[in-house]
């Protein structure tokens, strides 16, 4: 087999054999196949699509180049939770613990962000002593006393991804619908998910910033699920402006802690019981979506779920008291308020830029091997559709240092009020097949 043939191939509308996806993959990975013939290959996929056999085997072959995780030894139905990514989105936090109270076990991998994406691991390590570091057996032995457990991106899960993504990325090919859900399915089946919930977010703030474009990636990573044994649906989600009020580590775990309490922000609390009723009903626990409902809101307004989230805390070396005392978390030293300059409703918080904003302040990294700060970010005191009077509080900025003339500006030029201004829709479609 040559690679050239498969290049042609692809590039003249050809539908690719699994053995020469596979040859693709194993040569690639194993440094046989060279960058420009790789990207050669992953630019003719981008403008000639790939047809559901064709990512279905180029997702097992991603799974192959690699190691996976074996999950048997957890009791019941592992269902994972995959976002494509926002801004202040606090929801695995809220998540986690909150479908783990109602019985279904989280064993969860998670990233570090980078950009103005958050990613978990940072938001829990604002918790003073709470660590990732665990070997599997502790994992595995953690998630079948407690339900839940998060680790950090253990062993070497889908090599081909990182070298292939990393490729993608410097010869403009990443916005492929094929490449993105094979890239995002076989990590998730690589960390031994048995079934899994996408959260595919739509917007400034989303990877896919238009809602058809969602669509057809959610459509397509479902299709990969099905052929590959894994039952996945997809809720597409708005992502216009940021999830919640906070934006920035502590801060994201404060809100955490107020919608685990039932008095968290409405758009983070709607969107954690939609994709847990889906975790609940995919792992057995109901008999419908609206029953895993009432109990993930009976576990709410129980307690249940925040007794959990305090099991978890302690359970990976953090003060379980912060729970009741978030005054513990790291706090900035200035708070500076960010007046309205008219009277009316709000039109748009442009959620990309306002994570650019957090980041500006600290709370995210600019190159992988950037660090965090964990006390800064934003705290939206007004949200798209919310009236507000002129003089009156925006929001709030977070910052270790006084002056924030240059994340002023930017939220400036990101923020509208006008005299009319609509909530966007949250909740925009599910998706199950
Ligand atoms: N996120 C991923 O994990 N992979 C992609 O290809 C794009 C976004
Ligand atoms: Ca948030």
């Known amino acids: 087999m040559r690679m050239v043939d498969i290049i042609t191939k692809k590039r003249d509308g050809g539908e690719l054999s699994p053995e020469e ?14 960058d420009y013939q790789a990207s ?10 790939m047809t559901d056999r064709e990512i279905a085997e180029l997702t097992r072959a ?41 019985g279904v ?20 390590e604002s918790i003073a002593g709470f660590h990732v570091e665990l070997s599997t ?25 990182k070298k292939l993504y990393a490729l993608r990325d410097v010869t403009g090919s990443v916005e492929s619908i094929p490449l993105i859900a094979s890239s995002i399915m076989s990590k998730k089946i690589a960390a031994g998910a048995d079934a899994i919930v996408l959260e595919v977010t739509t917007g400034a703030g989303a990877f896919m910033k238009s809602e ?61 019981l939609t994709l847990g009723s889906r975790m609940v009903l995919l792992a057995g626990k109901a008999a419908s979506a609206a029953e895993a409902r009432r109990m993930l809101e009976s576990s709410l307004e129980s307690g249940q779920a925040l007794v959990k989230f305090k099991q978890f805390v302690e359970s990976q070396g953090g003060d379980p008291g912060v729970a009741d005392r978030p005054d513990m978390l790291p706090q900035a030293k200035y708070r500076i308020d960010l007046p309205a300059k008219r009277t009316g409703v709000v039109a748009r918080l442009v959620a990309d830029k306002i994570g650019l904003a957090a980041m500006l302040l600290g709370a995210g ?32 900025i977070h910052s270790d240092r006084e002056n924030v003339d240059e994340v002023r500006a930017l939220l400036d030029q990101n923020i509208a009020i006008e005299e009319h201004a609509e909530k966007p829709k949250l909740i925009h479609s599910i998706i199950t097949e």
């Open 365 to 396: 990294r600019a190159t992988k091997e950037g660090s965090v700060n964990f006390a800064t970010g934003i705290v939206l005191n007004k949200k798209v559709g919310e009236r507000v009077e002129a003089g009156e509080s925006l929001l709030t």
């Open 105 to 124: 076990p989280v064993a969860k991998m998670s990233g570090r962000g980078l950009g103005f994406t958050g990613g978990t691991i940072d938001k829990l």
């Open 21 to 34: 996806i596979r040859f693709f993959i194993h040569g690639y990975v194993q440094g046989e196949i060279p």
């Open 212 to 272: 058809q474009d969602a669509i057809r990636l959610a459509e397509t990573m479902v299709r990969i699920g099905r052929h590959v044994g894994r039952e996945t649906i997809a809720v597409i989600t708005d992502m216009s402006q940021p999830l919640g009020r906070a934006v920035g580590n502590a801060l994201e775990v404060r809100e955490a802690i107020d919608t685990l309490k039932g008095r968290g922000p409405a758009d983070l609390t709607e969107l954690v």
């Open 137 to 161: 057996d502790q994992f595995i032995d953690r998630v079948n006393r407690n339900k839940i457990a998060v680790i950090g991106q253990t062993g070497d899960l889908v090599p081909a991804d």
């Open 40 to 49: 050669a290959l992953t630019m003719a996929i981008y403008f000639q699509d």
């Open 62 to 102: 991603m799974i192959a180049s690699g190691e996976t995780v074996d999950l048997s030894p957890i009791a019941g139905v592992k269902v994972d939770k995959h976002s494509t990514g926002g801004v202040g989105d606090t929801t695995t936090l809220v998540l986690a613990p909150l479908v783990a109270s109602v």
